[in-house]
């Protein structure tokens, strides 16, 4: 029989939580990546670029450590569009700014998936999009929000599995991709590696 370690190539809590969510036995290590904006790639590919960076790092440090052991390493990125891409701001400034810009009115968030098998390093790659409707908010809502420091290491200054659900109006599309992981999406691609969830 064939063991099949699962590695989650992310300090995100929120991923991790997911996973534990689904029942998926696994561990994580936490890839050391620059993670730059290309230009020339379209969101999509830009999420997917990444995501296959951070599992690549991880595979390698993996097949290095320990070479017959086989891991499926999953990486994941996530941004927030509107006019443009939104990260994690850098100061309450710019949480406040951003969450102005996406105050009423809706916005995207894309999530790049990759998974790589060092048995061959073999990798599939997919991105999901859902969009979000943000409620009408005064300033001192918004700010109310950008004191509570949830929104400093989260993509659009927002986290919709805390606090921030408030300041949602709608959501269409996976919930899940929007706290960072689109989990139908994901159990597809471990399928696909021959890896059951249920």
């Known amino acids: 029989m064939i063991i099949i370690q699962i590695v989650l190539a992310s300090a995100s809590p929120r991923r991790s939580k997911l996973l534990e969510q689904i029942g998926l036995d696994f561990k994580i290590i936490p890839p050391k ?20 960076k951070k599992a690549l790092n991880i595979a390698n ?11 499926l390493i999953i990486g994941a990125d996530t941004v927030v569009v509107k006019n443009g891409i939104l990260g994690k ?4 400034r710019e949480a406040f700014n951003m969450l102005k810009l996406l105050n009423g009115d809706w916005h995207k968030v ?3 998936i990759a998974i790589v098998d060092t048995k ?9 999009t859902t969009h979000v409707k943000m409620k009408l908010m005064s300033d001192d809502t918004l700010l109310a929000y950008v004191d509570s420091k949830e929104p ?4 659009g200054a927002y986290g919709i599995q805390g606090r921030g659900a408030v300041l949602v109006e709608r959501v ?4 899940f991709n929007v706290v960072g992981l689109p989990l139908a999406q994901l159990v597809e691609m ?3 590696f021959g890896v059951s969830v249920l």
Request: glycine share 4%.
């Open 33 to 52: 990546i620059k993670e730059s904006i290309d230009d020339a790639l379209t969101v999509p590919e830009l999420v997917q670029e990444l995501a296959y």
């Open 61 to 71: 440090i993996s097949k290095q450590k320990s070479p017959r052991d086989r891991c």
């Open 89 to 92: 701001p850098k100061n309450e």
């Open 110 to 112: 894309l999530t790049g």
């Open 120 to 128: 061959d390093f073999k990798c599939i790659k997919s991105f999901e």
């Open 152 to 155: 400093m290491d989260k993509a």
């Open 172 to 175: 269409e599309g996976c919930y």
């Open 190 to 192: 471990l399928n696909r």
